[in-house]
Structure formats: structure tokens, C-alpha cells
């Protein structure tokens, strides 16, 4: 299972054709690999916070928190990012 630690993050709340569906959480998560992928988290997660990340049935990359852990070496050097998750939609 890869680790990383979230970059960037956001929230949609109105996507075309879903119905009732909710929020859906994003962050761009520096991997301890080194590449930077956009996964599903499944709640708010701030910059910096530690993420493992999986893939789901959907072939989504999804990340989920660790808790308590240290931050990941993909900390090290990571843009704090500004987290746009309470902005209203038009």
C-alpha cells in the first residue's frame, strides 16, 4: 500500500447527473514515491495530514488517513496548499 501526504484538497458539492449523491472529497497527495496523483479521500483532510493510499473496485486511487502517524518522507519540501473546501458552488 502506498503512503503519501496531502498537497492540495477540495470538495464537490454538484456534479452533473448525480442525484443526491453528497459531497466528494480530492486532494492532490505527494506519494513516498514521488509522483503526485489526485485520490478520493473519504472525508476533509487538511495540507501536510498523512494519507495510505488504495485503489477501489471503480479503479478510483482512493486515500484514506493514517492517524498518529509521523508525517511521510513526501512531506519533506511539499507546497502547503490552500484547501477550497468551503467555497459555495454557483
Do not use: N
Amino acid at each position: 500500500m502506498e503512503r503519501g501526504s496531502v498537497a492540495e484538497s477540495t470538495v464537490v458539492r454538484h456534479r452533473v447527473g448525480a442525484q443526491g449523491g453528497g459531497d466528494v472529497h480530492l486532494a492532490s497527495v505527494v506519494t513516498s514515491a514521488g509522483p503526485i496523483v489526485i485520490a478520493r479521500l473519504e472525508a476533509a483532510m487538511q495540507s501536510g495530514e498523512s494519507v495510505s493510499l488504495d485503489v477501489d473496485d471503480a479503479g478510483r486511487i482512493v486515500g484514506r488517513a493514517v492517524w498518529g502517524a509521523a508525517p511521510s518522507s513526501a512531506d519533506a519540501g511539499t507546497k502547503q496548499g490552500t484547501t477550497f473546501g468551503d467555497r459555495d458552488a454557483d
